[in-house]
């Protein structure tokens, strides 16, 4: 009976989003953020046509001419051979970085001596710069696709292993002890507790991962063989060819961007409840 | 030397005429660092027995309830469930916490069915068995709702399914109903009540509220301070099932006042105890 009492009280706020706010009386236009955004976006593009025109064709180019060099470099395939290089290489790197990292971190954070033993090397390699590293990476390993994954992998590594840890030392200690009370095993905490209430925290290393891992993937492709969008950046600056050089640069920016917003969309799929309670 | 020990613990709290024990403590200590927390606490939960317990803030009642979960590693003394020396958690002993404790990426579904997936129960089986928990503690309807899309009440419902869904021998309840408010925790009282009637268990339930304590326990532990011990035992010898209508007996009014004058008089020697 007073089940039946206390239920729909409950009831009207299960479903219910909070972001559900009237379409209707929306605020007038110059109030609204979307209109500053792309506002000024669209007044930095009109002031770098005008003005751009006027450098030297040698060192800077302008958007329609850089539009028609990307329509052209699309066309030839170009474009998406070396964009497919790279892509191959993020991919790569930031797998292994996911999937190494992880772990680790976790295991960093359950037990003691790994701690001990890696929180020095893990630390001054994150302060390393890693763009010092990847002539010696390219030394080491060759200049293929091998060295190029492992310059990503780096790059990308440690902010994931080092949010990860994070997520899970500051795991709630009230569901750990839940966990315990109902006889979970190690690997089951893992599983059912640790890596769950880390998933905000695993998806803010990843977005700074993506960010990190294009900036080492352009470096090992300008170090390394002949592919992938870094390539195409120095080749086309050698011979300048300005509004060629823009249209890789512009797509890296591009990537990194949908990435990131994939990834939080991607996020707030899979942890709702982090938005809950912000 | 045992002997000693045996005869010194012969005025225990144990259930007058009790046979079967649940739960048995002898001479438990447990410290932190320092903190003596308790000192040579000993006690019976009988077969389907509810104990209540009651005591001043901090005298130790959760610290209790986590040393016979087996969370706590204890310092001095021994627990022990039937044949079975708690020092891990065992799968006879189930606790609901203050705090809920529910899981936030789990459905209630998922969080009822927690303790019997770590028991290794197959998927077929938690899906036959985890729904009739979900009925029981009035939650049918929610199974695919997040904690977090629900009220306190309603956690807490979750909370005590998922404990029952093991079907524990003992249930430990840490202040169950604290976090919620007045009227849902009437609510729930007289649920747990009315579920405790179908499928009985034994029960060591803490509480700060007087009248919860009388009003579920068959006998009321009261706790006094620093390092704590059980201070009084009182026999709550009001009829089962109970309802609402107990909290209108007279019997029911004696005893809570009964329970509050040696509370209260723990309660004041501990203020006026003087450190030194
Ligand atoms: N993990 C711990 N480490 C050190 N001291 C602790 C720890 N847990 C509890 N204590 C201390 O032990 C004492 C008993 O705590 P406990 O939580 O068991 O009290 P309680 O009776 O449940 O209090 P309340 O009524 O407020 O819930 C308190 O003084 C507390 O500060
Ligand atoms: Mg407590």
Redesign the pocket.
Known sequence: MSAVNEAPAGAATVGQRPTAAAKKDRPPIWQRSAFYRYGFLIVILLLWEILGPLVNPIFFSYPSKIAVAFVNLTLSGELIYYLLQSLQVLFYGLSFAIVIGIPLAVLMARVKPVDWALELPVNALYATPMVALVPILVLWFGIYMTAKIIVVFLFAVFPILINTYQGVRECDKNLLEVARSFRSSEWQTWKEVLLPFAVPYIAAGIRLAIGRGLVGMVIAEFYTTISGLGYMITRYANIFEMDKTFVPVILLMFLGVTLTALLKRLERRIAPWSRADT | MSMTTETASAGFAARPGSSLERIRVRRLAKN?GA?E?FRDVNFDLGEREIVTIV?P???????LLRCIDGLLPVDEGEIWCGREQITEPIAGVAMVFQHFGLFPWKTVYDNVAYGLRMAGVSAAELAERVPQFIKLVGLGGFEHAYPWQMSGGMQQRCGLARALAIEPSVLLMD?PFAAVDAQTREILQFELLRIWETRPTSMIFVT?SIEEAVLMGDRVFVLKGRPSNIAKVVDIDLPRPRSRETLRAARFTELRELVWSTLMKEAREAEFHLER
């Open positions: 932190f903190l927390v005591g803030s901090g005298c130790g009642k959760t610290t202040e700060h």
